[in-house]
């Protein structure tokens, strides 16, 4: 039991993001911005992303850990389990 409670407790990298905490910008897909030669326009800079071609990932909240809720900021600035 206390050996499958540390399994559940270790971080585990996000799999929507893979542990990067930013995803591809899914309006312009990753490129940062829209339209271009091949659709006969100019090439716009991308709103949603702000022209960088990635997101933040929503189901990780930023942070790439798939169990994010155990692991937050300490008060020093480190990264610590909760209570630490």
Known sequence: MVEG???????RKCQSCYG???TPCPTCHGRGRLGG?????QAQPCDTCGSRGRVRC???QHTGLANYWL???SENGGWGARGQ
């Open 37 to 41: 030669v091949f659709q006969g326009q």
């Open 20 to 22: 990067a905490g930013y």
């Open 58 to 60: 929503q189901p990780c």
């Open 5 to 11: 409670l540390t399994d559940y407790m270790k971080p």
């Open 71 to 73: 692991w937050q900021p």
